[in-house]
């Protein structure tokens, strides 16, 4: 046996191990789910939100799914709870009148939206931001001066000077109109930043109740968001100190839900601090419910697969790849069987070591008789010749008698080659 015998034979089982391990990876990956936003229902670690989901699936006569398609297929809302579970301020005051239209309706129909906004130590960045332009934008404002020109305008083809307009990164896309949440539905957003300990680390502050109703007296809360100033159409349900933290608002016969803090939803939280009587709460008395996952970027995008399940298609494609199966092996293996040396030799069909020429006479030979060779000739000769030579036409008729002559023999008394010879002397004889 050669040495790399072995070897050969233990590749197979080794990819077969590796393929098995990658495989196996990757389904850990996906189990944890730590591969999904923050607070999405598929995520199973401390910040998903499974462990809420999965417990809603387990009780009887519920119906619980998750949203990933676009919000214009959202159903109607009856009989139907929809979670928004961590998203962010920016998000919602990015709302289009459209996108506000289809969620009031939903809440119009009976259904009850719930949305929980991702958890904040300190007001954001992008507000502190907004607030220092708007607080410096009377300083930015100065007195046209010619040294400025090239900043503030520029020059058109008829050398006219027009102002150029500044850059703005809120700027609305052509045809879309954002409307900013406290214009629609009357809140607007504000921030207490968390305490910090001695060693610096921010640390959860108490959410107090502030209805009269069968909820937590208290929950710990971990965010320095807060609903600042919400109309007397919005009930407020829980507060940090004075600032409304939890508010529900009527929708026709469906509700509205904002919670400053997602982290009592978590997986982290159903394990040290569960409050099971808000989160019973806040899904309502509705039988179906909806985990939206499409604001966290987890969104599905119907593709070939998606359709093939879809319309149960699986036989086709089944089908199809057996057909291009079959045509590469087709194409890799040939059925007809190889033509070796020893069967040349055998069979004597193959001509080997001849040329052009010895082909040729091959083919006369099987196409021919050896008595119609001269006749044959010498039809091809009168066909091949121009008309109108006299010496020409003479010496054709010489050869035709002399063929003539050797036909009516015996076959066994006729010379082909004692004929050709008179031709040739016929032919090549001068006057």
């Not at 968390?194 to 107090?208: C, E, H, I, M, T």
């Not at 119907?302 to 399940?309: Q, W």
């Not at 020409?392 to 063929?403: P, R, S, T």
Request: hydrophobic content about 40%; glycine content about 8%; charged content about 30%.
């Amino acid at each position: 046996m050669k040495k790399g015998r072995p070897l050969l034979l233990l590749l197979p089982a080794l990819l077969a191990l590796f393929g098995f391990g990658v495989v196996r990876l990757l389904q850990l990956r996906f189990e944890t789910g730590d591969i999904y936003p923050p607070y999405s229902s598929l995520r199973a670690d401390p910040l998903g939100t499974r462990a809420f989901y999965e417990s809603l699936e387990t009780l009887r006569g519920m119906t619980v799914q998750r949203f990933i398609e676009q919000w214009t297929k959202l159903r109607e809302g009856r009989n139907t709870t929809l979670f928004v579970f961590g998203t962010d301020t920016f998000s919602m005051n990015d709302s289009t009148a459209d996108e506000y239209k289809k969620l009031e309706q939903f809440m119009y129909d009976g259904g009850r939206i719930v949305v929980s906004f991702a958890p904040l130590n300190t007001r954001p960045w992008r507000t502190r931001r907004k607030e220092a332009k708007e607080q410096n934008g009377a300083r930015e404002k100065q007195p046209d001066r010619e040294e400025d020109k090239s900043d503030g305008e520029v020059e058109d083809k008829t050398g006219r000077t027009k102002k150029k307009r500044p850059f703005d990164e809120n700027e609305e896309w052509p045809g879309t109109k954002r409307i900013p949440i406290k214009d629609r539905w009357g809140i607007d957003f504000g921030y207490a930043d968390l305490p910090k300990d001695a060693n610096g680390v921010y640390q959860s502050v108490a959410a107090r109740r502030s209805a009269d109703m069968n909820l937590p007296e208290s929950i710990a809360w971990h965010t320095a968001l807060y609903f600042d100033k919400p109309g007397t159409n919005w009930n407020v349900t829980y507060r940090r100190d004075k600032h409304p933290v939890l508010i529900e608002r009527k929708f026709g016969t469906g509700s509205l839900v904002f919670s400053a803090d997602s982290y009592f939803l978590s997986n982290e939280a159903m394990r040290k601090e569960r409050h099971p009587e808000l989160l019973a709460w806040l899904a309502g008395a509705n039988p179906n419910v909806l985990f939206d996952e499409t604001h966290l970027g987890v969104m599905e995008e119907p593709g070939i697969a998606a359709l093939v399940r879809k319309y149960r298609l699986h036989g086709v494609v089944t089908g199809l790849v057996l057909l291009a199966g079959l045509f590469v092996w087709k194409n890799a293996v040939s059925f007809v069987p190889v033509y070796g040396e020893d069967q040349a030799e055998v069979s004597g069909d193959a001509v080997t070591g001849k040329d052009s020429a010895a082909g040729f006479v091959n083919l006369l030979r099987r196409s021919i008789s050896s008595s119609q060779i001269l006749p044959v000739c010498l039809a091809e000769w009168k066909r091949a010749s121009a008309p109108g030579r006299v010496e020409l036409d003479k010496k054709m008729e010489q050869a035709a008698a002399v063929i003539a002559e050797e036909l009516a023999r015996q076959a066994r008394e006729r010379n082909a080659v004692e004929c050709y010879r008179k031709i040739s002397r016929i032919v090549s004889a001068r006057k």
